[in-house]
């Protein structure tokens, strides 16, 4: 009897009281069981990530910038953190996007005077035109929306399409600076740019069908400015709607700039049908 205490002793050390049945082995094993779905759902996003940026043509060092550029103000838990959403990178991208695509006319059309570039600009910049880009990336299931969001169905996510493209613009601008953000619309814009255009509508037309549109009366013009001599005269014009920041315009006629300042207020407001949608 004696010399079999040994072996039960021993049995019990090598198997039979294995470390799962040790009371001290189990708040760790609850430690990795609860850590096993957050590894998961770490390894999802990471993957997930990588395949937009693979589409965008930019590895984020912050990721957290590409997760707010698809993040629609409605997935938000709380509405005063309206800066966790794309809005304030949409701001940022689209005043980038409008220099870069400015900086491509400038260069590409070296011939053209400045009430040319402003049309090929505002065709460019506008909603249309970004959304058209993020479709062609795949970027619609990226979009992260709330129960507001999502209840209001594909109507929404189209509207936000361009605006979720001009955050990503802003946000490959905050991660890479310019030269990451001119490649990303260089190699999303410069096919769009040499495209034979249609005919454009007058821009001053289309502003004012817009404005009547929105219940605004009919836009105004003044001359802000006369510069250079009698025979060869620029004229700087200003329009102006009410609630709107008046935009400007410079041409060798008051016409030639009215127009400019209508085609820039276009652009700005991301008014459709101020180009080749004629």
């Given at each position: 009897?004696?010399?079999?205490?040994?072996?039960?002793?021993?049995?019990?050390?090598?198997?039979?009281?294995?470390?799962?049945?040790?009371?001290?082995?189990?708040?760790?094993?609850?430690?990795?069981?609860?850590?096993?779905?957050?590894?998961?759902?770490?390894?999802?996003?990471?993957?997930?990530?990588?395949?937009?940026?693979?589409?965008?043509?930019?590895?984020?060092?912050?990721?957290?910038?590409?997760?707010?550029?698809?993040?629609?103000?409605?997935?938000?838990?709380?509405?005063?953190?309206?800066?966790?959403?794309?809005?304030?990178?949409?701001?940022?991208?689209?005043?980038?996007?409008?220099?870069?695509?400015?900086?491509?006319?400038?260069?590409?059309?070296?011939?053209?005077?400045?009430?040319?570039?402003?049309?090929?600009?505002?065709?460019?910049?506008?909603?249309?035109?970004?959304?058209?880009?993020?479709?062609?990336?795949?970027?619609?299931?990226?979009?992260?929306?709330?129960?507001?969001?999502?209840?209001?169905?594909?109507?929404?996510?189209?509207?936000?399409?361009?605006?979720?493209?001009?955050a990503v613009i802003g946000a490959i601008f905050l991660d890479g600076g310019y030269t990451a953000a001119a490649g990303f619309v260089e190699r999303n814009w410069t096919e769009?740019?040499?495209?034979?255009?249609?005919?454009?509508?007058?821009?001053?037309?289309?502003?004012?069908?817009?404005?009547?549109?929105?219940?605004?009366?009919?836009?105004?013009?003044?001359?802000?400015?006369?510069?250079?001599?009698?025979?060869?005269?620029?004229?700087?014009?200003?329009?102006?709607?009410?609630?709107?920041?008046?935009?400007?315009?410079?041409?060798?006629?008051?016409?030639?700039?009215?127009?400019?300042?209508?085609?820039?207020?276009?652009?700005?407001?991301?008014?459709?049908?101020?180009?080749?949608?004629?």
């Amino acid at each position: 009897m004696n010399d079999d205490t040994p072996d039960i002793q021993t049995a019990e050390l090598a198997g039979l009281a294995t470390p799962d049945d040790d009371p001290k082995a189990a708040p760790a094993r609850k430690k990795r069981a609860r850590g096993s779905p957050k590894n998961a759902s770490k390894a999802a996003n990471k993957a997930a990530n990588a395949a937009i940026e693979a589409r965008i043509g930019h590895s984020f060092a912050d990721s957290t910038l590409l997760a707010t550029a698809f993040t629609h103000v409605s997935a938000l838990k709380s509405a005063r953190k309206r800066g966790d959403s794309y809005q304030r990178l949409e701001f940022l991208g689209d005043h980038v996007l409008g220099l870069i695509v400015s900086d491509m006319l400038y260069r590409s059309f070296p011939n053209a005077d400045e009430g040319e570039l402003s049309k090929r600009l505002a065709d460019l910049v506008r909603k249309e035109s970004c959304a058209d880009v993020a479709k062609s990336l795949g970027l619609l299931d990226d979009i992260k929306l709330g129960a507001v969001g999502a209840g209001a169905g594909a109507r929404l996510r189209k509207s936000v399409l361009g605006d979720v493209c001009e955050a990503v613009i802003g946000a490959i601008f905050l991660d890479g600076g310019y030269t990451a953000a001119a490649g990303f619309v260089e190699r999303n814009w410069t096919e769009r740019m040499h495209k034979p255009r249609r005919p454009l509508r007058d821009p001053k037309t289309v502003l004012q069908e817009w404005a009547q549109g929105k219940g605004l009366p009919t836009p105004v013009y003044r001359e802000v400015e006369r510069t250079g001599p009698h025979h060869d005269p620029q004229f700087r014009v200003a329009v102006d709607l009410p609630g709107l920041e008046p935009a400007e315009g410079v041409g060798g006629s008051k016409r030639a700039a009215e127009k400019v300042a209508a085609s820039v207020m276009i652009a700005r407001e991301g008014v459709s049908g101020g180009s080749n949608d004629g």
